[in-house]
């Protein structure tokens, strides 16, 4: 919420015309502008704003403008001159509960400088006087006193940092079992996954085998589209930092990932401490270490990941992840931008509802935009709507190309290892990037042979575990849907089933 103080004053830095509207609305120079900031909220009472009267009427101007230069701007460039030309990356931080998820990303942050020395004490007096000293680092990411008082995530926290080439959207996920809807938001917005599990005796197989959440995790991020995994083998000094624990992680591990779908290539296993930072943003100097592992440090090896290519052609979406109220009109939106691109002033259409309204703002990571484009995880503060009609899960798109909602879709499905045959009928909860909403499989088109995906049978009487097929499903409320061919991150969902986690799929046809 501290973005909200903001809002007021942003989205007008448009370097031409813009800028006009942009002296009249601001109050002159910079300077001013912080002043101002602080009385934010009493700003719409002001005698001053109130004689403004003309200059409100000039503010749709800059949006016109923007709309003119929507044709011209070239995004590319944009992209290329934002942050020296640095690629975004999108990465999720999963893994089994107490594998140490938010101490290692929490310590890193520490580490890069983006924690400042006094904060980080207050956090370790505070953990101290909790009976919690070692959660000193999690508190980075952890914010919540819920969080706190449990010492489990339950949120997806997000943050941002830098890397020699690359600019990082960290986004911390929940590895408790009653969180995982929670961590399938997080893990549709990612591009790629650093997977933490824990090196010590005995916890590593809890993670590993059945009911834990290191397997559940791996699969649920390979099916929403991330192709690139680094495993961060935490608490190796537990071990002592033997070879054989870690070549025996490494070798289960792998075999499985690579059943998952994950390519050898792709995947990359770095032996690592959270608590005592060892391997993460330097390399390591622990001797026992340093004889057998001559690999990168964490952060060298997010920094050598790919950045995927990004939709920035195609007609903009944004898939909703949070409403809130704003201090002025309108309120704001965050979400993740899947494709395409928006300035301020744009009109943009919300789909279920059905309804334009129109970017007054664009916040990207506490600092106001002109402009966002695919990739980016942006606060849009909108007018011209009533926040009743928008939900978590709606999207919104370019009125001139929307995005289809629906309530019965055809799709592709691959069944994990479910104990319940799924037969017509069968009641499934739909996770589809922030949305979940309840379902039924209504019909069983026809099964699939797995790598070829010709018709093996058609009109199946049940579905059983590691089955392709094509199925049809039906949705209580309409979901805003994109065909898989034609958005691959608009195009894939997961079904649960009771609690765990039944099938992945993608989007084949749209019924209405």
């Given at each position: 919420?501290?973005?909200?103080?903001?809002?007021?004053?942003?989205?007008?830095?448009?370097?031409?015309?813009?800028?006009n509207?942009?002296?009249?609305?601001?109050?002159?120079?910079?300077?001013n502008?912080?002043?101002?900031?602080?009385?934010?909220?009493?700003?719409?009472?002001?005698?001053?704003k109130?004689?403004?009267?003309?200059d409100?009427?000039?503010?749709?101007?800059?949006?016109?403008?923007?709309?003119?230069?929507?044709?011209?701007?070239?995004?590319?460039?944009?992209?290329?001159?934002?942050q020296?030309?640095?690629?975004?990356?999108?990465?999720?931080?999963?893994?089994?509960?107490?594998?140490?998820?938010?101490?290692?990303?929490?310590?890193?942050?520490?580490l890069?400088?983006?924690?400042?020395?006094?904060?980080?004490?207050?956090?370790?007096?505070?953990?101290?006087?909790?009976?919690?000293?070692s959660?000193?680092?999690?508190?980075?990411?952890?914010?919540?006193?819920?969080?706190?008082?449990?010492?489990?995530?339950?949120?997806?926290?997000?943050?941002?940092?830098?890397?020699?080439?690359?600019?990082?959207t960290?986004?911390?996920?929940?590895?408790?079992?009653?969180?995982?809807?929670?961590?399938?938001?997080?893990?549709?917005?990612a591009?790629?996954?650093?997977?933490?599990?824990?090196?010590?005796?005995?916890?590593?197989?809890?993670?590993?085998?059945?009911?834990?959440?290191?397997?559940?995790?791996?699969?649920?991020?390979?099916?929403?589209g991330?192709?690139q995994?680094?495993?961060?083998?935490?608490?190796?000094?537990?071990?002592?930092?033997?070879q054989?624990?870690?070549?025996?992680?490494?070798?289960?591990?792998?075999?499985?990932?690579?059943q998952?779908?994950?390519?050898?290539?792709?995947?990359?296993?770095?032996?690592?401490?959270g608590?005592?930072?060892?391997?993460?943003t330097?390399?390591?100097?622990v001797?026992?270490?340093?004889?057998?592992?001559?690999?990168p440090?964490?952060?060298?090896?997010?920094?050598?990941?790919?950045?995927?290519p990004r939709?920035?052609?195609?007609?903009f979406?944004?898939?909703?992840?949070d409403?809130?109220?704003?201090?002025?009109?309108?309120?704001?939106?965050?979400?993740?931008?899947?494709a395409?691109?928006?300035?301020?002033?744009?009109?943009?259409?919300?789909?279920?509802?059905?309804?334009?309204c129109t970017?007054?703002?664009?916040?990207?990571?506490?600092?106001?935009?002109?402009?966002a484009?695919a990739?980016?995880?942006?606060?849009?503060?909108v007018?011209?709507?009533?926040?009743?009609?928008?939900?978590?899960?709606?999207?919104?798109?370019?009125?001139?190309?929307?995005?289809?909602?629906?309530?019965?879709?055809?799709?592709?499905?691959?069944?994990?290892?479910?104990?319940?045959?799924?037969?017509?009928g069968?009641?499934?909860?739909?996770?589809?990037?922030?949305?979940?909403?309840?379902?039924?499989?209504?019909?069983?088109?026809?099964?699939?042979?797995?790598?070829?995906?010709?018709?093996?049978?058609?009109?199946p009487?049940?579905?059983?575990?590691?089955?392709?097929?094509?199925?049809?499903?039906?949705t209580?409320?309409?979901?805003?849907?994109?065909?898989?061919?034609?958005?691959?991150e608009?195009g894939?969902?997961?079904?649960?089933y009771?609690?765990?986690?039944?099938?992945?799929?993608?989007?084949?046809?749209?019924?209405?």
């Amino acid at each position: 919420m501290t973005v909200c103080g903001k809002k007021p004053t942003m989205g007008f830095d448009v370097p031409s015309a813009g800028n006009n509207g942009a002296a009249v609305r601001r109050g002159g120079s910079p300077e001013n502008t912080t002043a101002q900031d602080s009385s934010t909220p009493k700003r719409p009472e002001t005698p001053s704003k109130a004689s403004n009267a003309d200059d409100a009427s000039s503010v749709p101007t800059p949006g016109r403008v923007s709309g003119k230069t929507k044709q011209t701007i070239n995004i590319k460039d944009e992209l290329e001159k934002r942050q020296g030309g640095k690629p975004l990356l999108n990465l999720v931080v999963i893994g089994h509960v107490d594998a140490g998820k938010s101490t290692l990303m929490g310590h890193l942050l520490y580490l890069l400088g983006n924690v400042n020395k006094r904060t980080m004490h207050k956090y370790e007096q505070e953990s101290k006087k909790a009976g919690k000293a070692s959660f000193a680092y999690a508190w980075v990411l952890d914010e919540t006193g819920e969080e706190r008082d449990r010492g489990v995530t339950m949120d997806v926290g997000m943050t941002k940092f830098e890397t020699n080439s690359k600019v990082v959207t960290l986004m911390d996920a929940p590895g408790h079992k009653d969180f995982i809807p929670n961590m399938i938001t997080g893990a549709a917005q990612a591009d790629v996954a650093v997977l933490v599990v824990d090196a010590s005796r005995g916890e590593f197989e809890a993670g590993f085998e059945s009911g834990g959440q290191t397997r559940e995790h791996a699969l649920l991020v390979r099916s929403l589209g991330v192709t690139q995994l680094a495993v961060a083998v935490n608490k190796m000094d537990q071990v002592n930092w033997q070879q054989d624990r870690f070549q025996d992680i490494t070798s289960k591990l792998g075999h499985f990932l690579k059943q998952a779908g994950f390519k050898e290539s792709d995947v990359y296993f770095i032996p690592t401490s959270g608590l005592s930072g060892e391997n993460l943003t330097t390399r390591s100097s622990v001797s026992q270490l340093t004889s057998w592992f001559s690999g990168p440090s964490l952060l060298e090896q997010i920094d050598a990941f790919k950045a995927p290519p990004r939709s920035v052609e195609k007609p903009f979406r944004l898939c909703v992840s949070d409403v809130f109220k704003d201090q002025g009109s309108g309120f704001c939106v965050t979400g993740k931008i899947e494709a395409g691109y928006i300035q301020t002033g744009d009109k943009i259409l919300a789909m279920p509802p059905n309804e334009t309204c129109t970017v007054k703002g664009i916040t990207l990571h506490d600092s106001p935009m002109d402009w966002a484009a695919a990739g980016d995880h942006v606060s849009l503060t909108v007018t011209g709507m009533d926040i009743i009609k928008i939900n978590v899960g709606c999207v919104f798109c370019d009125p001139k190309e929307p995005i289809r909602a629906c309530t019965r879709f055809r799709a592709r499905v691959l069944l994990f290892n479910i104990e319940v045959p799924i037969t017509q009928g069968f009641p499934v909860l739909l996770h589809y990037q922030t949305v979940s909403e309840p379902a039924t499989i209504r019909k069983l088109v026809s099964v699939l042979h797995k790598s070829s995906g010709e018709v093996l049978k058609k009109k199946p009487k049940c579905l059983g575990k590691g089955m392709n097929a094509i199925v049809e499903i039906q949705t209580q409320r309409p979901v805003s849907l994109e065909l898989y061919k034609d958005y691959k991150e608009l195009g894939r969902f997961m079904l649960r089933y009771v609690g765990s986690t039944i099938a992945a799929g993608v989007v084949t046809e749209i019924k209405e």
